[in-house]
């Protein structure tokens, strides 16, 4: 079968509006879990989020790795469980593996 041309591909049904709208993180198998006491605040998981679904909030109560870093740094990274999709990059690239891919419960 050869190749159908772009203007002969059928109709697909896409979403009417963007992510922030349609909450896709129903569509997870495993969710991301941030084990604070561990973590450094090298944001790294932030940057390499590919959904954006990560965000640094206030961190004054948050626990953190020491108390150095947490009197330095006043921001934290904070999973939005309503749009992460649960592909666990973020948990990938933290350098102490502070981030734990769990079984969702549905
Ligand atoms: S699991 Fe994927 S989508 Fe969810 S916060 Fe981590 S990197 Fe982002
Ligand atoms: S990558 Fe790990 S250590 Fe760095 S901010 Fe994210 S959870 Fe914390």
Redesign the pocket.
């Known amino acids: 079968m050869g190749l159908i041309p772009y203007d002969k591909l059928p109709n697909t049904p896409i979403a009417a509006v963007n992510s922030v709208v349609v909450k896709t993180g129903t569509w997870r198998t495993f969710k991301p879990v ?3 006491e ?9 940057k ?1 989020c590919p959904d954006a679904s ?1 965000n640094l909030v206030d961190g004054t109560d948050y626990p953190a ?1 020491n108390d150095v870093i947490k009197k330095a740094i006043d921001k ?2 904070v999973i939005d469980y309503d749009h992460c999709k649960g592909c666990g990059i ?1 948990a990938e ?7 734990e891919m769990v079984p969702e419960e549905k």
């Open positions: 941030i084990h604070y561990q973590c450094t605040r090298c944001m790294i998981c932030w390499y990560i790795k934290v990274p973020c690239e933290c350098p102490v593996n502070a981030i």
